[in-house]
């Protein structure tokens, strides 16, 4: 029997979102992939999937797990991903995503969707992480997601025009179009509202070439920023 005919229909959403995120908790699968559930219905779902090695769950704070794709999952997608705790890093890059994409009910493109979309930004040595569909303004553009890991604002604010200038720079003329006619935006998470406001000053003092800059604070995330940089 192929693997993927145990699953549910629930069930197979659930390994798609995962898929997607590299990681997902019950609040945020809740939210993202089937609302009209009960939060209940949703974690006991969840744990099925990782009784029945779909999904791997590791503890995440004091009260919740974060989930991660499983052995079974890893084999049907042909995968190879680590099924062990995210290291620090990782976790924060995965969770910062996730919980920004749960607030504005935005999806991250897969590899797989980006590099069919978007080919001349696909290349060998290109990231094509944390990549999605931004539809916060009502009319669609390409949006990157940027996390803040605890770095001082001028470091962050050197990233982005660093990014966005590469990008520019390459030899893509559908991708220099996208990018002068305002079809791309970089949507910087962080995690205090200091840190934002800090951070759209140093944005407004020295602003990427065509193209915008979206920071949003994220309180969620405040465990991991033992610094505090400003």
Same mark, same amino acid.
């Given at each position: 029997?192929?693997?993927?005919?145990?699953?549910?229909?629930?069930?197979?959403?659930?390994?798609?979102?995962?898929?997607?995120?590299?990681?997902?908790?019950?609040?945020?699968?809740?939210?993202?992939?089937?609302?009209?559930?009960?939060?209940?219905?949703?974690?006991?779902?969840?744990?099925? %999937?990782?009784?029945?090695?779909?999904?791997?769950?590791?503890?995440?704070?004091?009260?919740?797990?974060?989930?991660?794709?499983? &052995?079974?999952?890893?084999?049907?997608?042909?995968?190879?991903?680590?099924?062990?705790?995210? &290291?620090?890093?990782?976790? %924060?890059?995965?969770?910062?995503? %996730?919980?920004?994409?749960?607030?504005?009910?935005?999806?991250?493109?897969?590899?797989?969707?980006?590099?069919?979309?978007?080919?001349?930004?696909?290349?060998?040595?290109?990231?094509?992480?944390?990549?999605?569909?931004?539809?916060?303004?009502?009319?669609?553009?390409?949006?990157?997601?940027?996390?803040?890991?605890?770095?001082?604002?001028?470091?962050?604010?050197?990233?982005?025009?660093?990014?966005?200038?590469?990008?520019?720079?390459?030899?893509?003329?559908?991708?220099?179009? %996208?990018?002068?006619? &305002?079809?791309?935006?970089?949507?910087?998470?962080?995690?205090?509202?200091?840190?934002?406001?800090?951070?759209?000053?140093?944005?407004?003092?020295?602003?990427?070439?065509?193209?915008?800059?979206?920071?949003?604070?994220?309180?969620?995330?405040?465990?991991?920023?033992?610094?505090?940089?400003?």
């Amino acid at each position: 029997m192929n693997p993927g005919q145990e699953l549910t229909e629930l069930g197979h959403s659930l390994v798609d979102h995962v898929h997607r995120f590299w990681l997902t908790t019950a609040d945020a699968a809740h939210r993202l992939v089937c609302p009209d559930s009960t939060p209940e219905a949703v974690r006991k779902a969840l744990a099925r %999937l990782a009784d029945g090695d779909w999904l791997v769950r590791h503890p995440f704070g004091d009260r919740q797990s974060y989930f991660v794709l499983g &052995g079974k999952a890893l084999q049907l997608l042909d995968l190879r991903r680590p099924i062990k705790p995210l &290291g620090y890093q990782s976790l %924060l890059e995965r969770y910062a995503v %996730l919980v920004a994409c749960t607030r504005h009910d935005l999806r991250v493109f897969t590899e797989d969707e980006f590099c069919g979309a978007f080919p001349d930004l696909a290349e060998p040595g290109r990231s094509v992480k944390n990549y999605f569909c931004d539809t916060t303004t009502g009319a669609e553009r390409l949006g990157q997601f940027l996390v803040d890991h605890d770095k001082l604002s001028s470091r962050l604010v050197l990233k982005v025009r660093s990014r966005v200038a590469k990008i520019f720079a390459a030899d893509r003329p559908a991708i220099r179009q %996208l990018i002068l006619d &305002g079809q791309f935006v970089v949507h910087v998470i962080t995690a205090a509202e200091h840190k934002r406001e800090n951070l759209l000053a140093a944005f407004a003092r020295k602003p990427p070439r065509h193209a915008a800059v979206v920071v949003e604070a994220y309180p969620e995330l405040s465990d991991f920023f033992l610094l505090n940089r400003r």
